[in-house]
């Protein structure tokens, strides 16, 4: 019993398993698209392939939707908050010299840490070769993110988060979380509002099975609150999987 116990208190510790991948050029390469947004699609639609057992059926009319591992990752085809999750730079790097190397963090959020492997599968497919450049891949590595709270001064938002209501957002976000990934993440009890803030359009991604279109605001919150540091890393609201909601501390305590 004492074991049990204290697997489920490191699990409630450790919610999110960060895969990175270290790549390099050899021979330098050029890409059209955002690199980041372009393989996070490679990988979920390889899961899609691997995992979709009608895909004559679009997955919101799917009858088999609610056994299907890729409807269930994804938050239900995109539509909420799906728990894999990329980091991504909308001013991403497109063209390498040689030998330069290349990062790519990914992010699995509560039981979808088991599926982190798929990351090994996907990169071991592409037998070398990235949207036809040639790549050599240096590691990958897995860890899993140490949560703690933090006591922040302010935060500033500087990709599109969906509404100006910052606690809105992320409750709806970690009580999905909670409820279908398994976690514990705690609810805020403070009010947030986005100050200063302007509205913006964020690098579309499209995926097999949904067009993602990131928008929304950005902008600060100038208020102390207590958050927890795996947001710092993947971000908040529905669009945190393709790099919005990305947060940055300016100050905290």
């Known amino acids: 019993m004492e074991k049990k116990i204290i697997c489920l208190d490191l699990l409630k510790f450790n919610m999110i398993k960060k895969v990175e991948v270290l790549i390099s050029f050899p021979m330098g390469a050029k890409f059209r698209e955002n690199l980041d947004l372009s393989i996070y699609r490679k990988l979920m639609n390889f899961i899609y392939d691997l995992s979709c057992f009608n895909s004559m059926t679009k997955c919101n009319e799917c009858s088999q939707c609610k056994e299907c591992r890729y409807y269930l990752m994804t938050g239900e085809n995109f539509k909420f908050y799906p728990g894999i999750l990329v ?13 330069e190397q290349k990062r790519f963090e990914f992010y699995f959020i509560g039981n979808n840490k088991s599926y982190s492997d798929y990351v090994d599968l996907l990169f071991s497919n592409l037998n ?10 240096i590691k990958i590595t897995k860890t899993d993110l140490n949560s703690k709270n933090m006591n ?56 097999k099975t949904k067009k993602i279109y990131p928008k929304g605001f950005i902008g600060c919150v100038n208020k102390s609150f207590s958050l927890n540091s795996d947001f710092l890393e993947i971000g908040v609201g529905k669009y945190n999987c393709v790099g919005g909601g990305q947060i940055e501390i300016t100050a905290n305590v």
């Open 152 to 207: 922040c001064d302010k935060l500033v938002f500087s990709t599109p988060l969906e509404n100006k209501n910052v606690s809105e957002v992320y409750n709806k976000m970690v009580a999905y979380y909670n409820e279908h990934y398994e976690t514990d993440y705690e609810l805020s009890s403070n009010s947030l509002q986005l100050e200063n803030c302007r509205y913006v359009e964020g690098v579309s991604a499209f995926m």
């Open 87 to 99: 980091k991504s730079d909308m001013f991403g790097k497109s063209h390498f010299r040689k030998n």
């Open 128 to 137: 070398q070769s990235l949207f036809g450049n040639f790549f050599y891949l």
